[in-house]
């Protein structure tokens, strides 16, 4: 069983930053890719970035330029620096990873509200 643990959540004012982290633990072999979807309520679900084990990332659009995502291997931990914060950007953001073989685990979440 694999555990993903989030933390850095919370309240901030537009224009504002807040840095998400992920850690993993459990039964992990080998993490191809890491990353953060966020969901507000009565949207869909959106990938926000992911960062693989070259350390290759992605971007949702709407965060470009002002989410900046990374990893550190040896702690199994991901890493999301939101800066730059619209209240567009609040939601419930989940981190994930695939290990190599296609098995996917997810966080529980963490709330980001963003103030106007």
């Known amino acids: 069983q694999v555990q993903l643990v989030e933390s850095g959540g919370g309240l901030v004012q537009a224009g504002g930053s807040l840095r998400l982290s992920c850690e993993a633990s459990?039964?992990?072999?080998?993490?191809?890719?890491m990353g953060w979807y966020r969901q507000a309520p009565g949207k869909q679900r959106e990938l926000v970035a992911t960062?693989?084990?070259?350390?290759?990332?992605n971007y949702a659009d709407s965060v470009k330029g002002r989410f900046t995502i990374s990893r550190d291997n040896a702690k199994k931990t991901v890493f999301l620096r939101m800066n730059s914060l619209k209240p567009e950007d609040t939601a419930s953001y989940y981190c994930?990873?695939?290990?190599?073989?296609?098995?996917?685990?997810w966080g529980q979440g963490t709330q980001v509200t963003v103030s106007s």
């Open positions: 994930f990873i695939t290990q190599t073989g296609g098995r996917d685990s």
């Open positions: 459990g039964n992990i072999f080998s993490i191809n890719v």
């Open positions: 960062i693989a084990s070259d350390g290759r990332t």
